[in-house]
């Protein structure tokens, strides 16, 4: 497992990447593979919470349907889904029509269908992005801010649940810490065998650790203290 800075690192880094990218695409290549990373964030957030992943996840099960399945899901919100669901209608136009090409009323199809928690985050994109994307009103700008945000904000939720599952799994370690020191405390003495799995534990959570679980630190000297003695 990655540590929680590890995990950081490599976010910021695929978006740097992504933005990069989207920077010097033309409309059609804009489009195209911001649909491809757009659907590759979906599968990462299905994997979090499939359990066989590998027999819903087939070629065969296209875009649409990992949409449809996030929001039963409970992943993302049916507001998403709408905003969603009109870019691969857009994707689609331009897959299947030689002469198709975006126009601000097709932005304007996916803008007014952001609404409820989305529309927040889309605020916040366009604020923060703002330096990036001056000019918006150059319709390939507002595509490419477009597209960046349906990218980012379903990569944030896949990173968010990331970030969560090391949360519950480095205080999963906490709590068997603190019960082998309990064990010890009421014992009066420590094995070796429980010492040897205290110091194993300890391993695993610095090689796991970031500074979003300061608060354990405090504990965690005293437990360290502990099983090095």
């Not at 804009?30 to 066989?52: D, F, M, P, S, T």
């Amino acid at each position: 497992m990655l540590s929680g800075r590890e995990v950081q690192e490599q976010f910021k880094k695929e978006v740097a990447d992504f933005l990069a990218d989207l920077e010097h695409e033309n409309e059609l290549q804009a489009i195209l593979r911001g649909h491809l990373y757009i659907e590759n964030e979906l599968v990462k957030l299905l994997k979090g919470v499939l359990v066989e992943p590998t027999y819903v996840l087939s070629n065969n099960f296209g875009f649409m349907n990992k949409l449809s399945l996030a929001v039963g899901l409970g992943l993302i919100t049916k507001d998403a889904f709408d905003v969603y669901r009109r870019f691969n209608t857009i994707r689609n136009n331009y897959a299947h029509k030689l002469s198709y090409k975006v126009t601000e009323a097709d932005l304007n199809s996916i803008k007014q269908l952001i609404r409820g928690e989305i529309e927040r985050d889309f605020n916040l994109w366009i604020f923060e992005q703002s330096s990036i994307y001056a000019n918006e009103k150059d319709v390939l700008i507002q595509l490419r801010i477009v597209i960046a945000f349906l990218w980012s904000y379903i990569g944030i939720l896949v990173y968010e649940k990331e970030m969560k599952k090391h949360r519950t799994y480095l205080i999963g370690i906490f709590k068997e810490l603190n019960l082998l020191v309990a064990e010890c405390k009421k014992e009066g003495n420590m094995s070796q065998e429980v010492k040897s799995r205290g110091l194993e534990l300890l391993k695993i959570f610095d090689g796991i650790y970031s500074s979003d679980y300061d608060q354990l630190i405090p504990e965690l000297g005293v437990i360290k203290e502990f099983f090095n003695r």
